[in-house]
């Protein structure tokens, strides 16, 4: 069952159309949300007037920051205390910071007239000057802050040596744009207070319900266990659904002010301007670099588009960007020092393989870089400077979102010969070498990276069987879609023996079980599937003490298969799980002397993270007349340490790699001069489409199973993306045959036509270059 | 022809109108606004919560239903323009609890993941046999383009449509 590619579990709803996501849920009585928001990107809040809006018909209400008396929304993972005065209000009080943010709410008692009576809630607001660029000085913030709201400094070994002692110093400065995660479904949100009760249950959670409960129970002042976060499907995640936004608090607040339910479904202008954008980072990086193209030390310094809040994220991309970025390599000595700037855009947080998309994206461009001072093929720069296996587990004294950063194993060697081998890496080079005598503009570029999964500290699943023999599996862990149901099936059935369609997967609800930590940094299949093992496993040993008394045997003689025990080597002794569960009622259990209920904990509980690793291979080719880049194929090759379902691991890594092509080629926020977002639309912010999708073929090897969990596996959600932008730059490169042409993502048609000519003028103004 | 200006529809609205819809083969009496997108009385006034809205504004398929057979995005055509003509859902498709072949291709193909551009994959991709454009992968990317999925199951999408033609071919 483990290592199988079985068929998804969870498709049928999706299928039929009878899925439940948060927008396709409703209360009766319910009213209708809408945010009055910023349509300026920096100012003075003067006043609001919600008269005009009141007097349309169906109009429950006009509220705005004075009527509310909630707190800023706090932070959910690594947090420094001097990032507080930046939080984000839930309505703007004073000042509105970006285009986008709320400033006030409607309700009514119809979406189409809450959306109608918003547009004449008046706003008066004095304008400031915008600050749009992380590079520019620091500006004010406040009164007693300025922009600059972390600066992150990090590091080992004496870079000083290192560079003093350096015969090469390659040094370069790199961009990565800004994009984001958009999952198809919006966000949404229906919260529901009961009066008497004084309870409140919301709908449409995803990714960390548990977390989020004690951020608006805080926020509201209710005791964690009376708000209950009910996850529905949801529509995508990459890191941007799920958390705490002004909206989710928004709905709560409402619903107990109104006493009754409240729904608020965000629409696609909206989504592009309020939930979080990410990347967006500047990297002047340089190493240091001996004849033999060894990397003594690495020195970056960078700078990142914070946006105009910092939300529940705090630190955790500027500190995974910081301690990811040496990624495969010893580098002996390193230091980094990371600005996190606040400006009056969208505010960020993270995106699918956050940080390592951009530390990646500065890395291996500067190991093209000391490849191409040295006059050296970038694979081999690649190999002389790997971590060797001999060294796994590799301890760089780093932390990593507050776990020691210790690789857990690894060969990267091995994996770069099996992806040389498989996908004939030799031969795609002449065959690219072929075209571009002919005058194509084809070429094929290469970017290795480690990823980190499988975040503790811990997860809890809690598995029950009923009289018939069906099996609940309950945890907190949350849903994005991923195949999340599946995997978690697939080690259930094969612990106990049992048949896939016998298991039910609960998840994402806080009522169900009491502690959580969600879906996020590829963590489920390591964290959840752990905890189901070892629950299972609880659950086996119950099974087959009570069938030893109930068989009058010993349990050392019983098995488990088919969903029944028997007895060694006797067939027909048979007693199912679903007879185990009945003479365990708990008005039957005494009677064998046993506790009552076929249930089962299980917890897995780690303090490292688990780092799995791939190569990323990007063949494109650029049109001489337009300069679109088109990738031609992307080739990935990902150790994951073991695949409980390589269908899915392929799934996910063939969407990130999209996602990755996406950043490279195709998606930015764009602001204008003004500080007006240019890309609110999918006509303008260009998500990859079927047209834009190159085949992707992927290896996935288990060389390297980690010794942290139980089941060896390692996570697969962000391995597909991680290092996309860097070997789609460098497939560029060699098409238009430049070396370091691209310094910056996306590569718009513009872009690569500039580089295009460059690279004529430097062939023909070469001195006998003919 | 000869100077004769075709009576224009009456005007209706802008208050809430009696409308009949015929959804799935069943007539479906509402009261809508006339500025009620289609994809709005399916999903806010009838129930039919299968047809997603991604976009609202005609640029991500999600919505994709057919009327009279054709594609539609029912977040760009009104429901009221909608009366008299025949309008088939997501949960129009499978009759009888059978699933539809595409439904079991997408399972069998692994070509979605959240699910929630499915509805609309699916209603494109059955309606683009039926047109025929779906002869070679060349068409199927052109074809199929307007459907957006963000998990990028483009390439198993693919496949779950070559499936579909080939068997349909074979028979």
Same mark, same amino acid.
């Given at each position: 069952m483990i290592g199988k590619p079985l068929r998804r579990v969870e498709d049928l709803p999706l299928l039929l159309g009878t899925g439940r996501f948060a927008a396709d849920i409703s209360l009766p009585g319910q009213a209708h949300l809408r945010v009055?928001?910023?349509?300026?990107?920096?100012?003075?809040?003067?006043?609001?007037?919600?008269?005009?809006?009141?007097?349309? /018909?169906?109009?429950?209400?006009?509220?705005?920051?004075?009527?509310?008396?909630?707190?800023?929304?706090?932070?959910?993972?690594?947090?420094?205390?001097?990032?507080?005065?930046?939080?984000?209000?839930?309505?703007?009080?004073?000042?509105? =910071?970006?285009?986008?943010?709320?400033?006030?709410?409607?309700?009514?008692?119809?979406?189409?007239?809450?959306?109608?009576? #918003?547009?004449?809630?008046?706003?008066?607001?004095?304008?400031?000057?915008?600050?749009?660029? &992380?590079?520019?000085?620091?500006?004010?913030?406040?009164?007693?802050?300025?922009?600059?709201?972390?600066?992150?400094?990090?590091?080992?070994?004496?870079?000083? #040596?290192?560079?003093?002692?350096?015969?090469?110093?390659?040094?370069? *400065?790199?961009?990565?744009? =800004?994009?984001?995660?958009?999952?198809?479904?919006?966000?949404?949100?229906?919260?529901?207070?009961?009066?008497?009760?004084?309870?409140?249950?919301?709908?449409?959670?995803?990714?960390?319900?548990?977390?989020?409960?004690?951020l608006l129970a805080g926020l509201l002042g209710l005791p964690p266990q009376?708000?209950?976060?009910?996850? #529905?499907?949801?529509?995508?995640?990459?890191?941007?659904?799920?958390?705490?936004?002004?909206?989710?608090?928004?709905?709560?607040?409402?619903?107990?002010?109104?006493?009754?339910?409240?729904?608020w479904i965000e629409d696609r202008n909206e989504h592009l301007l309020a939930a979080n954008h990410s990347r967006d980072q500047v990297h002047r990086i340089r190493?240091?670099?001996?004849?033999?193209?060894?990397?003594?030390?690495?020195?970056?310094?960078?700078?990142?588009? &914070?946006?105009?809040?910092?939300?529940?994220?705090?630190?955790?991309?500027? *500190?995974?960007?910081?301690?990811?970025?040496?990624?495969?390599?010893?580098?002996?000595?390193?230091?980094?020092?990371?600005?996190?700037?606040?400006?009056?855009?969208? /505010?960020?947080? *993270?995106?699918?393989?956050?940080?390592?998309?951009?530390?990646?994206? %500065?890395?291996?461009?500067?190991?093209?870089?000391?490849?191409?001072?040295?006059?050296?093929?970038?694979?081999?720069?690649?190999?002389?400077?790997?971590?060797?296996?001999?060294?796994?587990?590799?301890?760089?004294?780093?932390?990593?979102?507050?776990?020691?950063?210790?690789?857990?194993?690894?060969?990267?060697?091995?994996?770069?010969?099996?992806?040389?081998?498989?996908?004939?890496?030799?031969?795609?080079?002449?065959?690219?070498?072929? =075209?571009? #005598?002919?005058?194509?503009a084809v070429g094929m570029g290469c970017a290795f990276f480690v990823e980190k999964s499988g975040l503790g500290p811990y997860e809890a699943v809690r598995i029950s069987v009923d009289q018939s023999g069906h099996i609940d599996i309950i945890t907190g862990a949350g849903s994005m879609g991923q195949g999340f149901e599946t995997v978690i099936t697939q080690i259930c059935a094969q612990e106990l023996g049992v048949r896939p369609e016998t298991i039910r997967v609960l998840h994402g609800q806080t009522d169900q079980i009491e502690h959580a930590m969600g879906a996020f940094a590829s963590r489920l299949t390591v964290m959840a599937g752990s905890a189901t093992?070892?629950? %299972?496993?609880?659950?086996?040993?119950?099974?087959?003490?009570?069938?030893?008394?109930?068989?009058?045997?010993?349990?050392?003689?019983?098995?488990?298969?088919?969903?029944?025990? =028997?007895?060694?080597?006797?067939?027909?002794?048979?007693?199912?799980?679903?007879?185990?569960?009945?003479?365990?009622?708990?008005?039957?259990?005494?009677?064998?002397?046993?506790?009552?209920?076929?249930?089962?904990?299980?917890?897995?509980? *780690?303090?490292?993270?688990?780092?799995?690793?791939?190569?990323?291979?990007?063949?494109?080719?650029?049109?001489?007349?337009?300069?679109?880049?088109?990738?031609?194929?992307?080739?990935?090759?990902?150790?994951?340490?073991?695949?409980?379902?390589?269908?899915?691991?392929e799934g996910q890594i063939v969407g990130g790699a999209a996602q990755g092509l996406g950043g490279a080629l195709l998606e930015e926020f764009r602001y204008d001069d003004a500080g007006h977002p240019q890309c609110t639309t999918f006509m303008d912010y260009l998500l990859p489409t079927r047209a834009e999708m190159p085949p992707v073929d992927v290896l996935i090897t288990e060389d390297a199973p980690s010794p942290r969990n139980p089941l060896g596996v390692k996570g697969a959600g962000e391995g597909g993306t991680t290092a996309m932008g860097a070997a789609i730059a460098a497939a560029i490169d060699a098409a238009l045959g430049v070396p370091l042409g691209v310094k910056e993502l996306p590569v718009h048609p513009e872009a690569a036509l500039r580089l295009a000519k460059a690279a004529r003028r430097e062939s023909t103004s070469e001195p006998g270059g003919a | 022809m000869d100077g004769e200006i075709a009576a224009l529809p009456a005007e209706r609205g802008p208050s809430a109108q009696a409308v009949t819809l015929t959804i799935n083969g069943e007539p479906r009496p509402l009261r809508i606004e006339p500025r009620v997108s289609l994809l709005d009385a399916l999903r806010e006034h009838l129930g039919l919560t299968g047809s997603k809205k991604g976009c609202d504004q005609g640029t991500c398929g999600a919505c994709t239903v057919w009327v009279d057979g054709r594609r539609a995005l029912a977040c760009l055509t009104l429901a009221v323009t909608c009366e008299g003509h025949e309008v088939t859902t997501i949960e129009g498709l499978s009759a009888g609890g059978e699933l539809h072949p595409m439904q079991a291709a997408f399972i069998d193909k692994d070509a979605f993941q959240c699910g929630y551009c499915t509805p609309g994959q699916i209603m494109s991709a059955v309606a683009l046999l039926d047109e025929g454009h779906a002869a070679d992968d060349g068409q199927i990317r052109e074809w199929m383009s307007g459907n957006i999925c963000r998990c990028a199951a483009y390439p198993n999408i693919r496949a779950a449509i070559r499936a579909v033609r080939d068997a349909a071919g074979g028979e």
């Open positions: 009055v928001r910023s349509p300026v990107p920096h100012g003075m809040l003067r006043g609001v007037d919600g008269r005009k809006a009141l007097s349309m /018909p169906g109009v429950i209400g006009v509220w705005s920051a004075a009527d509310l008396d909630l707190g800023p929304i706090g932070f959910r993972m690594v947090a420094f205390p001097g990032m507080l005065p930046y939080r984000q209000p839930v309505l703007a009080a004073e000042r509105v =910071r970006y285009v986008g943010e709320p400033v006030a709410i409607v309700l009514a008692d119809d979406p189409y007239r809450a959306e109608d009576a #918003a547009d004449l809630v008046e706003l008066d607001i004095e304008s400031l000057p915008p600050v749009l660029d &992380q590079l520019q000085e620091p500006a004010q913030f406040d009164d007693q802050n300025d922009t600059e709201a972390l600066l992150h400094e990090d590091g080992y070994g004496d870079v000083g #040596a290192a560079f003093a002692a350096a015969p090469h110093v390659v040094e370069l *400065t790199v961009t990565v744009g =800004r994009h984001t995660g958009v999952p198809l479904e919006c966000r949404g949100a229906l919260a529901d207070y009961r009066p008497g009760a004084g309870t409140l249950d919301f709908y449409g959670a995803a990714k960390v319900p548990h977390q989020n409960r004690l009376l708000v209950v976060l009910r996850e #529905a499907h949801v529509g995508g995640g990459f890191g941007v659904r799920g958390e705490v936004y002004p909206e989710d608090v928004l709905v709560c607040w409402a619903s107990r002010l109104l006493g009754r339910p409240v729904k190493a240091a670099v001996l004849a033999d193209g060894y990397i003594t030390a690495i020195d970056d310094e960078f700078w990142l588009d &914070q946006g105009a809040y910092v939300r529940t994220h705090a630190a955790a991309v500027p *500190t995974l960007t910081a301690s990811m970025l040496p990624g495969p390599y010893q580098i002996p000595a390193y230091r980094v020092r990371g600005h996190v700037r606040l400006t009056n855009k969208t /505010p960020a947080g *993270t995106y699918r393989a956050p940080g390592r998309y951009e530390g990646t994206f %500065a890395r291996e461009r500067l190991i093209d870089a000391v490849a191409s001072s040295l006059g050296k093929p970038a694979m081999e720069i690649r190999l002389s400077n790997f971590i060797s296996p001999d060294q796994m587990p590799y301890a760089r004294p780093m932390s990593a979102l507050g776990t020691d950063l210790e690789y857990d194993s690894g060969d990267y060697a091995l994996l770069v010969g099996k992806a040389q081998a498989r996908f004939g890496l030799a031969e795609l080079e002449h065959g690219l070498a072929a =075209r571009r #005598a002919l005058g194509e093992l070892i629950a %299972a496993q609880a659950l086996r040993e119950k099974a087959l003490a009570a069938a030893a008394r109930m068989l009058e045997a010993s349990p050392r003689d019983l098995e488990l298969s088919d969903g029944a025990v =028997r007895v060694a080597g006797d067939p027909d002794t048979g007693i199912s799980l679903a007879q185990i569960s009945e003479a365990l009622r708990p008005d039957q259990a005494a009677r064998w002397g046993l506790e009552p209920s076929l249930t089962a904990d299980g917890w897995h509980t *780690t303090d490292h993270m688990c780092y799995p690793y791939g190569l990323h291979i990007a063949v494109v080719r650029v049109d001489a007349g337009t300069g679109q880049v088109i990738a031609e194929r992307l080739l990935v090759a990902y150790d994951v340490g073991r695949a409980v379902n390589p269908m899915l691991v | -």
